[in-house]
Structures are given as structure tokens and as C-alpha cells.
């Protein structure tokens, strides 16, 4: 029996459904750099990134000796009540990394999905309003606050309700919503209408404290706003004295091939989300703001026991040693040319190829109905699990967009290599060749 199947059987005596979103059935025993091996043996070039937690890569050298050496010196003294060394450091560095001008404070905490709670906190504190506004295709984490200001699938609301009050959705301008033959100014309008919509009807503007987006939607289909809906929203928050809170935690640390998505804009954030990548996978979250915003509350409206811990933040100073060093954000911005480049190869190859964005080393491609032009999720999961089979790691994001999310330092050979994968996969599902994997009805969000 494969030790993979072995390992997963014995898992599956003692664990919830609700905690993993299935795609292949392996344990993941090591990685370096952009690869990673299974319990088997079997090397995949990492397509994922570990959902984009690994901009840095799997074990980079660097990373993996601040970890051990502060693990030998201090693993935990709680950030909650005591400073400790590597975290006093890290505060101002970041601090300083954030596209806010003036003075700038931030708080730690353990995931993206608490610091996105702390945007909730923070904004309502400062501006004495209930109300957020966040986007339809959002994925803000699954803490109840996040959980309520998300909406990318119904099993993270289904049973769980009552959510938090006070949140209202507006669609995010994504192309799904684009009709045909609509001009970029008429949809920015048309959206920017929609917007407004609640706060027209329903919602008073002077009892909202923030709109929360990510500029970029991850988890949504890696999807840029239009810049002009971007200002227009902007604008209308600084018109009624709402705070604009930028979610970073999927897009930024050089993931776009800006540090920061926002960076794409022409805009600042008054507050901004940063987990993920932050210390290369370990358990680390920040939120980040102006001065008088993180002002607003007292200890201990924001603090966790572990939140700032010594070994995850001696990990974050390292990776952003290794992004500075190693020059990642340039790097994702050059490689996502590349990438363009091949997709657009592909995109003119194969009629089933229906669109694609790619902003830095982060991309999704829309997998079509080669007819109707209509989502296919059954091709994609075809494809992902081809991919798969030839040594790659990717998966679907709304069922059909393949999500390409590799580790900032692959190799140009790797990338060429996953290219290869890519292309042979959708050869064989254009000759017909490919057939859905056993456990298709489970794979996916
Ligand atoms: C944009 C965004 N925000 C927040 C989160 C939640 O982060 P975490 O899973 O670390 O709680 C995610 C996770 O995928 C995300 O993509």
C-alpha cells in the first residue's frame, strides 16, 4: 500500500472534513525551494506556493537557521505581555514596508483570518460606526468576524449562522460580471453603481466604518479591480469618513510582482492585512495602519498568546531578508512575463482557454466550455489532476480557473519544466485523452 493511503487512512480516523478542501490525496513529507515530496517519494514542482504562504520557497536555508537558532534561544515568551527580540525588530521594519505615509503601528496576530477581525475591531473602535462593506468572491479567513465579510462558498456560512451583524456585500468588478460588448468606462460606471446601491437605499455612509478589499482577488479567481473603480471607491470612503482596509494577506509580500497589490493603484490604505508569506508559512499575521486608527483601542482589545511569537517573527525577518537579498518582488514581476508570454502561447493553441490574468508569478486561467465559452469545471479538475500525474501541484479556484501561485524563487528550468507539464496536459485534454479521476465529485471548494 502506498504510504501516502496508509498515512491518510490512519488521518482519517481522528479528523474533520471541515478542515480540509480536498484536491490529492497526499501527505506532504518535505519540500525545498519550489518543490515539495510526498510520503511516497514523489517530487512535484509547487504550483501553489502552499497557497501563497511561500513566496520565499520550501526550507530556504536562511529561514530555516533564524527559526533554529532562535527556536535554541527563546521559543515562546508571550508577545501579549512581554516584547521580545526579534519581534521589537521586526515591528518598525514592516512598519516601514507598508505603502501608508505618516506614521504607521501595527498589531500581530496568528493567521490572516484574525487580522482581518482586527480590521473589524480597529475601524469600528476609530470611527464609532457598525457597518462593514466588503465584496462579493471575498476570502477574508475563517474566524467568525472574517467568515462574515467573506463570500466564495456557501459551506463557510451553511449551518454556522448567525454570522456578525453589520456586514453588507457589494459585487466585486470582476469580468463575470461584464456584458458583452461593454466598454472598460461603462463597466467601472455600471459597478461603481452597484456599489452605491446599499448606501442609497439602506445603508447610511456616516454609520460605516470601512470598506474591506483585497485589490486583487486570490481566492476569488486572481482578479484585478479596475484602477478607476478603485479611485471611485476611494474617493467616496474619504467623502464620508470611511476607512479603506486593503487586504494583503494572499496577494502581497511580492506575490504580484509589487510588494504590496495595492501598489498596483494609485491609492493608500488607511489599514492593510499581512499574514501568509510574512514568515514564510509560520503562524504569523499582522495588521497595519495609520497611527491614529491603531490608537483607537486599549490592551487587551488585540491580543493573542502567541501572536509575535519569537520563532515566527525571527522567520519573518528572515524572509524579508531573503525577499530583499534575492530581489523577489522584481523577480515575481520578471517570471510573470514569462509566464504571460506562455499563456498566451497556450491561449492562442487551445479554444478551451477562455481567459487569463497574470499580475507577477501569480495567475488565473480560465478553463471554458470550448463551445458555449461557459466554466468547465469538469475539464479543469481533468486538467489539475493530469498536472498532477506528471509532477506538478495546481488547483482550481471557482471550479474552473486554474490557480498559478509558484514560490518566487523558481528556477527559470523549473518554470519551463511546469510549462512542459501544462502544455502536454492540455494537449491530451484537447485530443480527448483525459478522464475525470475517481474522487472528482469531492475535489474543490
Ligand atoms: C485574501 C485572504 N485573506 C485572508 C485569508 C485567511 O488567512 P488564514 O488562512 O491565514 O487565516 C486568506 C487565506 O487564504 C486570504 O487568501
Known amino acids: 500500500m502506498s504510504e501516502n493511503k496508509r498515512l491518510l487512512d490512519d488521518e482519517s480516523e481522528a479528523f474533520s472534513k471541515a478542515a480540509r478542501v480536498k484536491y490529492f490525496n497526499i501527505v506532504v513529507d518535505s519540500g525545498k525551494g519550489a518543490t515539495i515530496t510526498d510520503a511516497d517519494g514523489r517530487m512535484y514542482i509547487d504550483l501553489l506556493a502552499s497557497a501563497s504562504s511561500t513566496n520565499t520557497g520550501h526550507s530556504h536555508p536562511h529561514i530555516v537557521k533564524a527559526i533554529q537558532d532562535q527556536a535554541a534561544k527563546l521559543i515562546q515568551y508571550t508577545p501579549a505581555y512581554f516584547a521580545n527580540n526579534p519581534e521589537v525588530k521586526l515591528a518598525p521594519r514592516l512598519a516601514k514596508l507598508a505603502p501608508i505615509s505618516g506614521p504607521v503601528e501595527l498589531a500581530w496576530g496568528n493567521s490572516g483570518s484574525d487580522a482581518n477581525d482586527a480590521v473589524i475591531k480597529f475601524s469600528r473602535a476609530y470611527t464609532g460606526r457598525p457597518y462593514i462593506v466588503s465584496f462579493t468572491g471575498a476570502y477574508h479567513g475563517s474566524t467568525y468576524g472574517s467568515i462574515s465579510i467573506s463570500s466564495v462558498s456557501l459551506n463557510m456560512s451553511r449551518k454556522i449562522g448567525p454570522l456578525l451583524p453589520d456586514v453588507v456585500k457589494v459585487p466585486y468588478p470582476d469580468p463575470w460580471q461584464r456584458l458583452k460588448g461593454e466598454s472598460d468606462d461603462d463597466f467601472v460606471d455600471r459597478m461603481f453603481k452597484a456599489f452605491k446601491q446599499p ?94 486608527i491603531m490608537e483607537s483601542l486599549n490592551a487587551p482589545a488585540n491580543v493573542y498568546t502567541t501572536a509575535g511569537n519569537p520563532v515566527t517573527t525571527a522567520a519573518a525577518m528572515a524572509t524579508l531578508d531573503v525577499m530583499e537579498d534575492e530581489h523577489l518582488v522584481e523577480r515575481s514581476a520578471r517570471l510573470g512575463e514569462k509566464a504571460t508570454e506562455f499563456f498566451n502561447q497556450e491561449k492562442s493553441k487551445f479554444k478551451f482557454i477562455g481567459g487569463f490574468r497574470m499580475y507577477g508569478l501569480d495567475g488565473g486561467i480560465d478553463i471554458v466550455d470550448r463551445k458555449t465559452g461557459e466554466p468547465d469545471p469538469e475539464a479543469t479538475t481533468k486538467l489539475i489532476y493530469r498536472v498532477f500525474e506528471l509532477g506538478a501541484i495546481i488547483i482550481s479556484l471557482r471550479g474552473n480557473i486554474l490557480r498559478f501561485q509558484p514560490p518566487l524563487v523558481i528556477t527559470d528550468e523549473q518554470l519551463d519544466q511546469a510549462f512542459g507539464m501544462l502544455d502536454q496536459a492540455f494537449s491530451e485534454l484537447e485530443a480527448g485523452k483525459l478522464t475525470l479521476p475517481d474522487n472528482a465529485d469531492e475535489i474543490g471548494w
Do not use: C
Request: proline share 5%.
Open 199 to 292: 448606501f442609497e437605499t439602506y445603508l447610511p455612509a456616516e454609520e460605516v466604518a470601512a470598506i474591506v478589499i483585497e485589490p486583487i482577488q486570490g481566492d476569488g479567481g486572481i482578479v484585478k479591480a479596475p484602477t478607476a473603480y478603485i479611485n471611485k471607491v476611494v474617493e467616496f470612503a474619504h467623502e464620508n469618513g470611511i476607512l479603506f482596509a486593503v487586504d494583503e494577506v494572499n496577494q502581497g509580500m511580492g506575490r504580484s510582482g509589487k510588494w504590496w497589490s495595492i501598489e498596483h493603484f494609485d491609492v493608500e490604505p488607511d489599514l492593510m492585512v499581512v499574514g501568509k508569506s510574512l514568515a514564510s508559512g509560520m503562524p504569523l499575521s499582522a495588521v497595519i495602519g495609520r497611527k491614529d
